[in-house]
């Protein structure tokens, strides 16, 4: 089964651009979430989206948003690019399994997407 | 303070050594405990995926949950080289299914 996929894998924008992410989840999987990795501050969770709605967010501005389509895959967006946007997108999939009532839910990462703002 | 907090590292350890990595956290919600291995420029990779209290084992590695101390721990038998790598722990509550809160993780180096 292909695992997760992100494009594009690295990016250059100036301050004040906006960049669009996109991320394909594992075949069957419903749950696309989103997090940004810097050294400073480690993973950071964005969003989670499901059934194209948007499930979780972070605490993250407005300039940060996303999206999910009919086919579970997704996209997120920065606007107004800052110097401190910079750093590795990453997405993950996973999927519902229940079992005894408990959810299975094992997320499965991306690559990444590297983004530079300069 | 951080939700998660990792011993932050690094780690340098000779080849066949034991390793022991660990996590505390602050939330009682958090039922699910994972940890990831990321290598450079890669994503994280799932290694363990614990629900509440207990151990796991799987070929080399060990994750062990004491809910009671927050505490959560990931043990490596006979380290390689091809272990170094960061080691992150994360942790979710049953009802944010997408949503994992993650240390800040422990870079490993095991040398031949």
């Known amino acids: 089964k292909a695992g997760v996929t992100q494009t594009p894998r690295y990016l250059i924008k100036t301050r004040g651009q906006q960049v669009t992410l996109s991320c394909s989840p594992i075949s069957g999987h419903r749950s696309v979430s989103w997090y940004q990795q810097t050294p400073g501050q480690g993973l950071q969770f964005l969003f989670e989206?499901?059934?194209?709605?948007?499930?979780n967010k972070g605490n993250f501005p407005g300039r940060f948003s996303g999206r999910q389509f009919s086919n579970s895959r997704s996209e997120m967006n920065v606007s107004t690019l800052e110097l401190g946007d910079s750093a590795l997108y990453l997405c993950a999939s996973s999927s519902p399994i229940g079992t005894s009532g408990r959810q299975g839910n094992e997320q499965f990462f991306g690559p990444g997407t590297r983004l530079t703002v300069l | 303070q951080k939700e998660v907090e990792q011993d932050p590292g690094p780690l340098s350890v000779p080849e066949g050594a034991i390793v022991s990595l660990n996590c505390t956290y602050s939330?009682?919600?958090?039922?699910?405990f994972m940890w990831y291995r990321q290598y450079s420029r890669k994503g994280p990779e799932l290694l363990m995926y614990?629900?509440?209290?207990g151990n796991k084992e799987d070929g080399r590695f060990t994750a062990q949950v004491d809910k009671s101390s927050k505490y959560i721990s990931l043990f490596i038998r006979d380290s390689q080289p091809s272990d170094s790598a960061t080691y992150l722990c994360a942790m979710r509550r049953q009802t944010n299914a997408g949503k994992s809160t993650f240390g800040d993780g422990t870079t490993l180096t095991v040398k031949p």
């Open positions: 614990t629900y509440s209290s």
């Open positions: 989206y499901f059934s194209e709605t948007q499930r």
């Open positions: 939330n009682s919600a958090f039922q699910y």
